[in-house]
């Protein structure tokens, strides 16, 4: 099952979303990635886009033996104090984009370091902008990461489609699959999608890979 987006319908999803999501990080219940907004293109109609910037620590934390346990830091003495080596900050640049060959939704985005300098693709696959095990078995080269069975790279390098910036972004070839398979799932009983639930979808998948909660938005 496909299921794609047209323009005018990926711009009317994400319009609907920053209105439907823009709260949740104000109240504390995060269901959906907040902090997006929308944004024209100054000269071109029709090169809409969502975007926004995220402050995240550069690695992991240490895995715990019982992830999901809470690890026993009980002080004896309430003046014994334990120091923490500072954690080097990367400001992740979220771009949300529409594909006019897929029909879908692609995600791009940048990542630099605490001097400003972009990260390498071995640093951005390592980074905290994934989750744990999100990238396992992959090959990389200096622009493109692929794995080893699938002739298209997962995540390459190339210009943002509105900015011509460079970016990095995932390729979005199989999103209307993937996606279409879900919307299937929840629409049993037949009837349209609506474009917001299709973008809500959309992102429940790419958190899969993703972190969307991790850092902090840039205020």
């Known amino acids: 099952m496909f299921y794609t987006l047209t323009r005018e319908q990926f711009e009317e999803a994400c319009r609907r979303y920053v209105d439907s999501h823009s709260d949740e990080t104000k109240s504390g219940v995060k269901t959906f990635s907040s902090g997006w907004s929308w944004h024209e293109h100054p000269f071109v109609a029709r090169l809409g886009y969502l975007s926004r910037t995220v402050v995240l620590p550069r690695t992991h934390p240490p895995a715990s033996e019982n ?21 080097e900050l990367l400001t992740c640049k ?8 897929f029909e879908v939704p692609a995600f791009y985005f940048t990542l630099h370091d605490s ?15 994934f989750r744990r095990q999100a990238l396992p078995s992959s ?4 622009f493109a990461l692929t794995f080893p069975d699938s002739s ?5 390098q190339g210009d943002h489609p509105t900015l011509g910036t460079p ?11 993937v996606v279409g398979e879900i919307l299937a799932e929840s ?32 205020q």
């Open 139 to 142: 090959e990389e080269n200096t």
């Open 115 to 129: 001097s400003g300098s972009p990260l390498s693709l071995d640093g951005v696959a390592q980074s905290t902008l």
């Open 187 to 218: 629409n049993a009983g037949g009837g349209s999608i609506e474009p917001l639930r299709w973008m809500e979808v959309w992102f429940m998948v790419l958190s899969n890979t993703v972190d969307l909660f991790a850092g902090s938005e840039w």
């Open 94 to 101: 979220q771009y949300i984009i529409y594909s006019p060959t």
């Open 67 to 87: 992830d999901g346990e809470l690890a026993q830091t009980v002080d004896t003495t309430e003046d014994e104090c334990v120091a923490t080596p500072a954690t």
């Open 167 to 177: 970016s990095w972004y995932f390729h979005p070839c199989h999103t209307s699959e």
């Open 152 to 156: 298209l790279a997962l995540l390459s």
